[in-house]
Structures are given as C-alpha cells and as structure tokens.
C-alpha cells in the first residue's frame, strides 16, 4: 500500500520561507495534499494538487509535485507566528477514497 | 460546502465505562464518512469508515465500534474503555469530485480514559 513520509520538525525564522517536504510510494497517486493542525483543532484543508499538475500558487503557499520522484513539497512565503502548526502531508491513491498520511511535520516559526 | 459537528468536544472517562462520540454532517448526502484516531505521536490512525447507511468496515480491530443509523450520522462507539484508547477522535467526511475527493475533519473530540 500507499507510504507517505514527511520529517518531522522544521524551525525558521519569523518573515523567512519554509519548505515542508514529503515523499509518497504510489505513483498511481491521483491527488496530495496539504492539512494545518493547530493546537487541540482538528486538521485543516490548505491546498491540493491533482497528478497532472507541477505547481499550485495560492497565495502565500506554493505546492510543487515532482511525480518522477515522488515528491511533493509545501513552501510558506513570509512565514508569521500564526503558521506554527502540524503540517500534514496525504495522497490518495487511483481507485482508493481514503488517503495516506503522514506523520506530519512540527513547523516552528521563531521570531 | 460540508460542515461537520463533532461533539462531545471534550470528555473524562473511568476506565471500563461507555462511550459514544457522534458525529453529523450538513451540506452534503451520502457522504463517505471516517473516524480517525489521533494518539500522542502525532499520526493518524483510521479507525472506521462508511461509504453508505448501515456499511461500516473497519481498518483496524480494537475496542471500538461504529454505528452510521442515518445518511449523516456516524457514531462511534465502546461498551468498556481501555486507557489505551485515550485520544483525539476525528470525524471526517469525503467532499465531491470537483473538490479532489477531499477528506474535511472536523474539531475532533478529546477522550482522556482515566
């Protein structure tokens, strides 16, 4: 079955870019997205992008997927206080309706 | 778009008690819907999901059960909590096509067994 990675903490400074990275197994992959957990909330919908696409901008977040490589990533411009949050990474697999995900990644944002 | 109403929000429980967390969810008709488990490392776990009224299946066998009695129902259930089972208990539905097939959470409930 579908594995998704993704590491598990990332600090940056206040007004700096992150980059969260994930990588996924199943290159039948049809769509990946983006979740945001704050605090004792449950999980948020940021941003998805289906398989035919490489990038998705929206606003301050950009999605690029690298389908040779398996690989998605989540970069922030501009990153405030208020981005703090478990970043979580899934993809759903073709013919499947119920998505992988990953541990999540810890996003630290100091000033 | 979908809204999901999870409660209760927050509950303590004694070891060997009931529990019965619901979920509803407006906006939408025969929905997917999913109970998730979140546990203090983080990850996900799916625990049950329903594709229709009365069809629950079960990802992984534990002291929980799910009942769906309504097309916007989903609830999840125990006759004696373990400690074990502590953690944040997630509803979840699927939203359309047009939508990438996203999973939406909702505010998800805390089970402390004690």
């Known amino acids: 079955g579908e594995d998704v990675e993704q590491s598990l903490f990332l600090s940056v400074r206040e007004g700096d870019s992150s980059v969260i990275n994930c990588t996924y197994t199943?290159?039948?992959?049809?769509?990946l997205y983006w979740y945001k957990q704050e605090p004792g909330a449950g999980l948020q919908l940021l941003t998805y992008?289906?398989?035919?696409?490489d990038m998705k901008q929206d606003q301050r977040l950009t999605v690029l997927l690298n389908k040779k490589d398996k690989h998605l990533s989540l970069r922030i411009a501009d990153t405030q206080t208020g981005d703090s949050a478990i970043y979580f990474c899934?993809?759903?697999?073709?013919?499947?309706?119920?998505?992988?995900f990953g541990r999540g990644t810890s996003l630290i944002v100091h000033p | 778009s979908q809204t999901i109403h999870q409660w209760p929000a927050t509950l303590v429980q004694p070891v060997g008690s009931p529990l019965s967390l619901e979920c509803t969810v407006e906006g939408t008709s025969n929905p997917n819907l999913y109970w998730y488990r979140q546990a203090a490392g983080r990850g996900l776990q799916l625990l049950f999901y329903?594709?229709?009224?009365?069809?629950i299946s079960s990802e992984v066998p534990q002291n929980l059960s799910a009942s769906r009695p309504q097309d916007r129902q989903f609830i999840l259930s125990s006759k004696k909590l373990l400690l074990s089972d502590s953690g944040f208990y997630l509803c979840?539905?699927?939203?359309?096509?047009?939508?990438?097939?996203?999973?939406?959470f909702g505010e998800g409930s805390w089970l402390t067994v004690v």
């Open positions: 992008i289906f398989s035919n696409m």
């Open positions: 199943d290159s039948s992959s049809t769509y």
């Open positions: 899934a993809a759903l697999s073709g013919g499947s309706y119920i998505p992988t």
């Open positions: 979840a539905v699927t939203g359309t096509p047009s939508s990438g097939n996203t999973i939406y």
């Open positions: 329903s594709v229709g009224i009365g069809q």
